[in-house]
Structures are given as C-alpha cells and as structure tokens.
C-alpha cells in the first residue's frame, strides 16, 4: 500500500511524505504506482514554479517534500494534490493510505 502523510499546523499544509507500493499489479505494471508518482512529480513542480520554495528529499521508497515560502498558494496546491490521491483511490480501493497529521 502505497502511504500519503500529509502534515499541516494552523490549516495550512505544510508538506508531504509519500512511500510504498500500491501492490495493484506487477512491477513495471502498476498503474496505480504510475499514477501517483507522476502526480508527486507534478505536484512539486508547481510548488517550485510558483515559488514555494518546496524542500524535496529522496530516499529509497521515499519522497518528502517541506514547503519553506508562499505558505497559501503552496497548501492550495497540496490540497489539489491531496485531492487527486483521493480520486486515484476512489477508483482504486485498498492501495493508497491517506492522513493528515499536525505539525
């Protein structure tokens, strides 16, 4: 299962960390995988393209993402991505946990 933390303090989201495996299909196959590391991708470079200065660090399995400027636009963003995780899970069910924590 594929692990969407998403951190906000004040109702502003803060950043992201993102990890695991969907388990949908195999290797290379993984629709669901695909789709939500293109969304990660995505998601970043707006952040970045609207100068919310987003703090990206990449592990094995791991994507974090911190945002250190332009606090509003960059948790509308992160919503509008959150968002789009949960449509990718409405379609398919069991592959993406999704929670917010306070910061």
Known sequence: ?????????????????IGGHA?????????VCASVSSAVQ???NILDEFDCEPVVNVADN???CRITA???TAS???EVFRN???????EFPDTIKITISEV
Do not use: P
Not at 2 to 17: C, P, T, V
Not at 23 to 31: C, I, L, N, R, S
Not at 84 to 90: C, G, N, P, R, T
């Open 76 to 78: 509308a963003i992160i």
């Open 70 to 72: 332009s606090e509003n």
């Open 23 to 31: 388990d949908y299909a195999e290797a290379g196959k993984d629709v």
């Open 42 to 44: 995505f998601a970043v």
């Open 84 to 90: 789009h995780l949960e449509a990718i899970l409405e």
């Open 1 to 17: 299962m594929i692990r969407a933390e998403f951190y906000h303090s004040g109702g502003i989201l803060k950043g992201f960390d």
């Open 62 to 64: 791991l994507i974090s």
